[in-house]
């Protein structure tokens, strides 16, 4: 299999570029400039002032740049055309990629990953956090190693919502409405060169599906979008917004996904050799699958067995709750005609019946549809995402999954997640490759020469990034307090805000209870105590959404907001609106500590702490998720132990109690200790640990080389020679 799958797609005719720079658009057309530090440079500068507002070139290319002065700049055009070359290297080169021959090249088909969100860029606001952020990272590294991959998710117009606060703490909701011509999106086009689209029987009528693309590297990710003029104006939105609330709604948009995302792959004429469904969002695919092969004349027990001989599922979440469940007679009245065919003889559906009987959770409720069940049943192999959680998911599946549910630790794509500041360093002092850490692996392992980074610019650069950070806040709360109408005197106090001598905190995520962000308030005149002593100063930076249905996690949102601006946490407390991938970057760069502290075991990964922790950034948390494995002893901090007491609000106190001593008798005094020349020598010891454990263990691409030799290779029949040698190939 050639390492990436062409998808033809309309060439965008709104964004001009000179010929002798026409790879630009190229370039602006595939999220390759997201990982690339010099392609996002050039970008911005065509328009300084218009990539900092957008920080994407789409926008800049459409506006009418005036091209003369930057033709007449040899340097600006040298540039240029190097970061094309490079660009249009990488895309030819996959098949020289060692793991593509490895592996990859084994492949008689692509591997179809269906995902429900992507997190690729902040601009492309099609994920609403962890799932999404993983599929993103999944895609890029997917792109990095040459694996013959294609996504397949859903074009959400309206997206994920915007959050803002308002001055009494609310959390407040603000849909937005994307413009596919801004966005770097194409129109996938069908064999006769048309738009492509696929239809969807539902109920009553057909349902078109425009098939987009986006392009990450050497990886096409498919959009499905019903909003399109032909449809009923009912089921136009259908795609509308990420995980909307409405349960119909809902398994609308999911049959969408499963069935319109294997239509769209067969227009293209794709036949994938394995099937990956991350989540189980995507699982009518599998239905869809199974319907395809009795309409072409198979049993149904021999079609339900080939469908799960290539497919293989990722599991999210730790308890039976958190999965997606529909009413059974939803299910009937809703994907019953498109999957049994109308029940007419000859029709060659696949009984909806039976598919009900395989999607039964673990409670056996007949009137539920549980699609984790369902993938479960209808899969070769499953995993979870870290050791725990394995533990954990195949005790409460035991009954369900007929294989062993394997633990595949989650990864981050380092270059994505990287500080431009510690990046230079690895890329100076290590010879660090970071367009291909996999390339990098072998001989090298560079992560285990971090003394070789001197202490003063190990130091140096991370307090850059924290003035990035400090910097960055500001000018966002900046704009929050003068929505709420403080004054000009208050808003200008902000400049001072988020000195980055002073040890930062950083605790970014949904704000979902069982993740007790409001642990650190346990005790108000300890923490206040902590915070504000002179000499050894603390402060703390929130951010995080909570789910628009989701009272209690906006209560949380709520109460961290009012404790900010209380007199006691006054200046030494904040909360960041609107967290998306620009201001986790910032955050995961520009902090001292990575707080975490759900309530064990119901965080099943956790990646924010991998994104800091590359970055020289230190965790404290719970023993929770990657945590438990990841934890050294001397890479960071454990709040509490491997005991669960069951008692909840026990559990709660004593975490914070330990959370208080490690912050009062360990960080605090570590990061404030310093040599002669001004320098936290055991902090930074401390800062390299973090960094050489986390580099290659919790990388998407660790993560990726066990998916191809753990589920992909076995799923796709391909016998696997030497087992896991990444690392030491
Ligand atoms: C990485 C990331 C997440 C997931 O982080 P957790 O540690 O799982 O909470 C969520 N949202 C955004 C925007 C991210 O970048």
Same mark, same amino acid.
């Given at each position: 299999?050639?390492?990436?799958?062409?998808?033809?797609?309309?060439?965008?005719?709104?964004?001009?570029?000179?010929?002798?720079?026409?790879?630009?658009?190229?370039?602006?057309?595939?999220?390759?400039?997201?990982?690339?530090?010099?392609?996002?440079?050039?970008?911005?500068?065509?328009?300084?002032?218009?990539?900092?507002?957008?920080?994407?070139?789409?926008?800049?290319?459409?506006?009418?740049?005036?091209?003369?002065?930057?033709?007449?700049?040899?340097?600006?055009?040298?540039?240029?055309?190097?970061?094309?070359?490079?660009?249009?290297?990488?895309?030819?080169?996959?098949?020289?990629?060692?793991?593509?021959?490895?592996?990859?090249?084994?492949?008689?088909?692509?591997?179809?990953?269906?995902?429900?969100?992507?997190?690729?860029?902040?601009?492309?606001?099609?994920?609403?956090?962890?799932?999404?952020?993983?599929?993103?990272?999944?895609?890029?590294?997917?792109?990095?190693?040459?694996?013959?991959?294609?996504?397949?998710?859903?074009?959400?117009?309206?997206?994920?919502?915007?959050?803002?606060?308002?001055?009494?703490?609310?959390?407040?909701?603000?849909?937005?409405?994307?413009?596919?011509?801004?966005?770097?999106?194409?129109?996938?086009?069908?064999?006769?060169?048309?738009?492509?689209?696929?239809?969807?029987?539902?109920?009553?009528?057909?349902?078109?599906?425009?098939?987009?693309?986006?392009?990450?590297?050497?990886?096409?990710?498919?959009?499905?979008?019903?909003?399109?003029?032909?449809?009923?104006?009912?089921?136009?939105?259908?795609?509308?917004?990420?995980?909307?609330?409405?349960?119909?709604?809902?398994?609308?948009?999911?049959?969408?996904?499963?069935?319109?995302?294997?239509?769209?792959?067969?227009?293209?004429?794709?036949?994938?050799?394995?099937?990956?469904?991350?989540?189980?969002?995507?699982?009518?695919?599998?239905?869809?699958?199974?319907?395809?092969?009795?309409?072409?004349?198979?049993?149904?027990?021999?079609?339900?067995?080939?469908?799960?001989?290539?497919?293989?599922?990722?599991?999210?979440?730790?308890?039976?709750?958190?999965?997606?469940?529909?009413?059974?007679?939803?299910?009937?009245?809703?994907?019953?005609?498109?999957?049994?065919?109308?029940?007419?003889?000859?029709?060659?559906?696949?009984?909806?019946?039976?598919?009900?009987?395989?999607?039964?959770?673990?409670?056996?409720?007949?009137?539920?549809?549980?699609?984790?069940?369902?993938?479960?049943?209808?899969?070769?192999?499953?995993?979870?995402?870290?050791?725990?959680?394995?533990?954990?998911?195949?005790?409460?599946?035991?009954?369900?999954?007929?294989?062993?549910?394997?633990?595949?630790?989650?990864?981050?794509?380092?270059?994505?997640?990287? /500080?431009? *500041?510690? &990046? #230079? @360093?690895? +890329?100076?002092?290590?010879?660090? $490759?970071? !367009?291909? =850490?996999?390339?990098?692996? %072998?001989?090298?392992?560079?992560?285990?020469?971090?003394?070789?980074?001197?202490?003063?610019?190990?130091?140096?650069?991370?307090?850059?990034?924290?003035?990035?950070?400090?910097?960055?806040?500001?000018?966002?709360?900046?704009?929050?307090?003068?929505?709420? /109408?403080? *004054?000009? &005197? #208050? @808003?200008? +106090?902000?400049?001072?805000?988020? $000195?980055? !001598?002073? =040890?930062?905190?950083?605790? %970014?995520?949904?704000?979902?209870?069982?993740?007790?962000?409001?642990?650190?308030?346990?005790?108000?005149?300890?923490?206040?105590?902590?915070?504000?002593?002179?000499?050894?100063?603390?402060?703390?930076?929130?951010?995080?959404?909570?789910?628009?249905?989701?009272?209690?996690?906006?209560?949380?949102?709520? +109460?961290?907001?009012?404790?900010?601006?209380?007199?006691? =946490?006054?200046?030494?407390?904040?909360?960041?609106?609107?967290?998306?991938?620009?201001?986790?970057?910032?955050?995961?760069?520009?902090?001292?500590?990575?707080?975490?502290?759900?309530?064990?075991?119901?965080?099943?990964?956790?990646?924010?702490?991998?994104?800091?922790?590359?970055?020289?950034?230190?965790?404290?948390?719970?023993?929770?998720?990657?945590?438990?494995?990841?934890?050294?002893?001397?890479?960071?901090?454990?709040?509490?132990?491997?005991?669960?007491?069951?008692?909840?609000?026990?559990?709660?106190?004593?975490?914070?109690?330990?959370?208080?001593?490690?912050?009062?008798?360990?960080?605090?005094?570590?990061?404030?200790?310093?040599?002669?020349?001004?320098?936290?020598?055991?902090?930074?010891?401390?800062?390299?640990?973090?960094?050489?454990?986390?580099?290659?263990?919790?990388?998407?691409?660790?993560?990726?080389?066990?998916?191809?030799?753990?589920?992909?290779?076995?799923?796709?029949?391909?016998?696997?020679?030497?087992?896991?040698?990444?690392?030491?190939?």
């Amino acid at each position: 299999m050639e390492p990436s799958i062409r998808i033809p797609s309309a060439p965008p005719s709104h964004v001009r570029v000179p010929p002798e720079l026409e790879g630009l658009r190229r370039l602006a057309y595939n999220l390759y400039w997201t990982w690339h530090p010099r392609a996002r440079a050039i970008f911005a500068r065509i328009d300084g002032v218009a990539w900092a507002r957008h920080h994407s070139p789409i926008p800049i290319l459409t506006a009418g740049v005036d091209w003369a002065p930057l033709l007449d700049n040899p340097d600006f055009v040298a540039e240029a055309k190097r970061v094309i070359a490079d660009f249009d290297h990488y895309m030819a080169n996959g098949a020289d990629h060692w793991f593509h021959r490895k592996h990859a090249r084994h492949f008689d088909g692509p591997i179809a990953y269906f995902c429900a969100e992507y997190g690729l860029h902040e601009r492309l606001g099609i994920y609403s956090g962890g799932l999404g952020v993983l599929a993103g990272d999944h895609m890029k590294s997917a792109s990095d190693m040459a694996l013959p991959f294609i996504g397949v998710g859903l074009f959400y117009r309206k997206g994920f919502f915007r959050q803002t606060i308002d001055a009494d703490g609310h959390q407040e909701h603000r849909y937005p409405d994307y413009d596919p011509h801004r966005l770097p999106l194409t129109r996938v086009l069908g064999r006769e060169g048309e738009p492509l689209s696929v239809s969807v029987e539902l109920p009553g009528r057909d349902v078109r599906v425009d098939v987009w693309a986006v392009h990450v590297g050497r990886v096409p990710v498919l959009l499905l979008d019903t909003d399109t003029p032909t449809n009923d104006p009912a089921d136009r939105p259908i795609t509308h917004i990420l995980y909307v609330r409405g349960r119909e709604m809902r398994l609308h948009q999911e049959l969408i996904l499963g069935v319109g995302g294997v239509r769209a792959l067969r227009a293209l004429g794709l036949r994938p050799a394995v099937w990956h469904l991350n989540e189980g969002h995507s699982a009518f695919l599998l239905a869809e699958r199974a319907r395809e092969l009795v309409a072409a004349g198979a049993e149904l027990d021999d079609a339900l067995t080939q469908v799960s001989r290539n497919s293989v599922f990722t599991i999210h979440t730790p308890v039976s709750a958190g999965n997606e469940r529909f009413d059974a007679g939803l299910v009937r009245a809703i994907a019953g005609p498109l999957l049994d065919g109308d029940g007419r003889p000859g029709t060659g559906g696949v009984p909806v019946e039976r598919l009900l009987e395989i999607g039964r959770g673990t409670d056996g409720d007949a009137g539920q549809f549980d699609m984790t069940a369902f993938s479960l049943r209808l899969t070769n192999g499953a995993n979870a995402v870290s050791r725990l959680h394995a533990e954990t998911a195949n005790t409460t599946w035991s009954g369900t999954a007929p294989h062993e549910i394997l633990a595949i630790t989650n990864g981050v794509h380092t270059p994505t997640w990287l /500080g431009g *500041p510690i &990046r #230079e @360093l690895y +890329e100076k002092y290590l010879d660090a $490759d970071l !367009d291909d =850490l996999d390339a990098s692996t %072998a001989a090298t392992r560079w992560w285990d020469r971090l003394d070789r980074i001197p202490a003063a610019e190990l130091w140096g650069a991370h307090l850059r990034q924290k003035s990035e950070l400090a910097l960055f806040a500001r000018g966002r709360l900046r704009s929050q307090f003068a929505r709420h /109408g403080e *004054p000009p &005197r #208050e @808003l200008r +106090e902000l400049e001072r805000v988020l $000195d980055p !001598d002073v =040890l930062t905190i950083g605790f %970014a995520r949904r704000f979902a209870t069982y993740k007790r962000a409001g642990m650190i308030f346990t005790d108000p005149e300890r923490l206040a105590r902590l915070v504000n002593d002179p000499d050894r100063p603390v402060q703390i930076v929130f951010a995080g959404k909570a789910h628009p249905a989701d009272r209690p996690g906006q209560a949380v949102i709520q +109460e961290i907001f009012t404790r900010s601006r209380s007199r006691e =946490l006054h200046d030494r407390l904040f909360i960041l609106e609107d967290y998306d991938m620009r201001v986790a970057r910032f955050l995961v760069q520009g902090v001292d500590v990575w707080l975490n502290n759900p309530r064990r075991p119901l965080e099943a990964s956790g990646t924010s702490g991998m994104k800091a922790a590359r970055n020289g950034i230190v965790n404290v948390s719970v023993l929770d998720g990657w945590w438990d494995e990841g934890w050294t002893g001397d890479n960071g901090w454990a709040i509490g132990d491997r005991e669960t007491i069951p008692d909840e609000a026990a559990q709660d106190w004593a975490d914070a109690m330990d959370l208080y001593r490690i912050l009062e008798d360990e960080v605090v005094p570590q990061y404030y200790e310093r040599d002669r020349r001004g320098l936290p020598q055991a902090w930074l010891e401390r800062m390299r640990r973090s960094m050489a454990t986390t580099l290659w263990t919790f990388s998407t691409s660790r993560m990726l080389h066990e998916y191809t030799e753990r589920l992909y290779l076995p799923a796709a029949g391909i016998a696997v020679g030497e087992n896991l040698e990444a690392a030491n190939r």
